[in-house]
Nanobody
Framework: QVQLVESGGGLVQPGGSLRLSCAASGSIFRIDVMAWYRQAPGNQRELVASITSGDSTNYADSVKGRFTISRDNAKNTVFLQMNSLKPEVTAVHYC????????????????WGQGTQVTVSS
């Protein structure tokens, strides 16, 4: 079993910053890609940023230069630093981790966090 716990969401004014965290625990052998997605009401879930085990990163065009994704492999944690926030970022943000468990080392499972609300408003 693998559990993901997200934290760091909240209400912030336009131009402000937030840092999201997603910590995984349980029977983890390895975590490959770590990613953040967001879903606004009435919209599909979309990729915000991802980072591979080799620290290669990928960002949605709308957040390039303002958001930074990073990971702490020792703590099985992924972060999303969000700066210069705009109202259109308002959404529930989810982490997604590609995990290899100790029980099934030949299989990669995708796990989702519970979601954390980010609201950008004055």
């Amino acid at each position: 079993q693998v559990q993901l716990v997200e934290s760091g969401g909240g209400l912030v004014q336009p131009g402000g910053s937030l840092r999201l965290s997603c910590a995984a625990s349980g029977s983890i052998f390895r975590i490959d890609v770590m990613a953040w997605y967001r879903q606004a009401p009435g919209n599909q879930r979309e990729l915000v940023a991802s980072i591979t085990s080799g620290d290669s990163t990928n960002y949605a065009d709308s957040v390039k230069g303002r958001f930074t994704i990073s990971r702490d492999n020792a703590k099985n944690t992924v972060f999303l630093q969000m700066n210069s926030l705009k109202p259109e970022v308002t959404a529930v943000h989810y982490c997604n981790l590609a995990v290899v468990t100790t029980a099934q080392r030949g299989v990669i499972y995708g796990y989702w966090g519970q979601g954390t609300q980010v609201t950008v408003s004055s």
